[in-house]
């Protein structure tokens, strides 16, 4: 263990591809936590696990053009942005106006987008190693362009909450009272939903497409069983997803595991093990803790 540990760590300071990596996810990480809080908190999560997968459209059409006619600045994650924020506005779109289940949406748009994906691959030229590294995740290949995005990202998610965490915590709780407070619900509906959007994109850097759901409903799942108050959840969800990220990372490199089922796989068993001993306390503490109120 000691041995194995001290390989990761100097590993960690001599190789870059290892810093950028982990510092991948360190920073996925923190938008995780802070809209998977919403998402898991709404009761949304197959909302996110719809548009992580309906971005391989975006993706596909994006490689497509890269490779037929020379656009080079076209990157499959600029791809799976821009699908991620059409998807959640067509969710959104379809969802205020029509009044449709949620699942019948979630499902459309799963659907639509993997075929349009599955259509734009098949007609790419060469090999797409590059869209099996986005699927299935391989943050080992972040460059320093992929921090920067992750960055602007991150600043875009984390402000934006900043700002309407009041307007997202009355939407998230009671629409109806939402409105009775002239809170313009379907604005704000939206801006969530393109927040979850943004999210996916980076978390789809770190574990891909295929996973994404476990990070971005697990952490915030584990912490809503500590605490009651969104914004304690928030908070706690971000340093378990930092932690799920560390141990998944350091277990991937002494396993020879994929990094990205690896941190997944570390969430699930997170949660599962934190799930197991909040069930262990006394009813009483157990009628405390785990359920949100609503409180800021």
């Not at 984390?158 to 009041?166: D, G, K, Q, S, W």
């Not at 978390?203 to 809503?224: E, F, R």
Request: charge should be positive; charged fraction near 10%.
């Amino acid at each position: 263990m000691i041995d194995t540990l001290g390989s990761f760590f100097y590993a960690l300071f001599h190789y870059p591809f290892l810093q950028m990596a982990l510092l991948a996810g360190l920073l996925a990480s923190i938008a995780g936590g802070v809209i998977g809080s919403y998402v898991v908190a709404k009761r949304i999560v197959f909302i996110g696990g719809s548009i992580a997968h309906s971005v391989l459209g975006g993706m596909g059409l994006f490689l497509f053009l890269r490779r037929t006619y020379n656009f080079t600045f076209l990157s499959p994650l600029m791809g799976a942005l821009v699908f991620a924020i059409i998807c959640a506005f067509i969710f959104g779109w379809v969802r205020m106006k029509f009044r449709q289940r949620e699942d019948s949406i979630i499902a459309a748009i799963w659907v639509s987008g993997m075929a349009i994906g599955v259509i734009f691959i098949a007609l790419t030229p060469g090999q797409n190693v590059e869209l099996t590294n986005f699927l299935f995740g391989n943050i080992l290949w972040t460059s320093s362009k992929d921090i920067y995005l992750l960055i602007a990202l991150n600043l875009f998610v984390v402000i934006t909450t900043l700002v309407c965490h009041r307007q997202f915590l009355a939407i998230t709780f009671d629409e109806d009272q939402a409105y009775l407070q002239k809170i313009p619900v379907q604005r704000y509906y939206f801006l969530l939903l393109v927040l979850v959007g943004v999210t996916v994109v980076l978390l789809i850097q770190v574990i891909g497409a295929i996973l994404v759901i476990a990070m971005l409903s697990l952490p915030a799942a584990t912490a809503n069983l500590y605490v009651r108050k969104l914004s304690g959840m928030i908070f706690l969800a971000v340093i378990i997803s930092w932690i799920y990220t560390l141990l998944g990372t350091y277990l991937s490199f002494t396993l020879n595991w994929p990094p990205g089922a690896t941190i997944a796989l570390v969430a699930t068993a997170g949660y599962l093990l934190s799930l197991i001993g909040a069930n262990k306390k006394p009813a009483k503490e157990k009628t405390s803790r785990g359920q949100l109120n609503g409180v800021q």
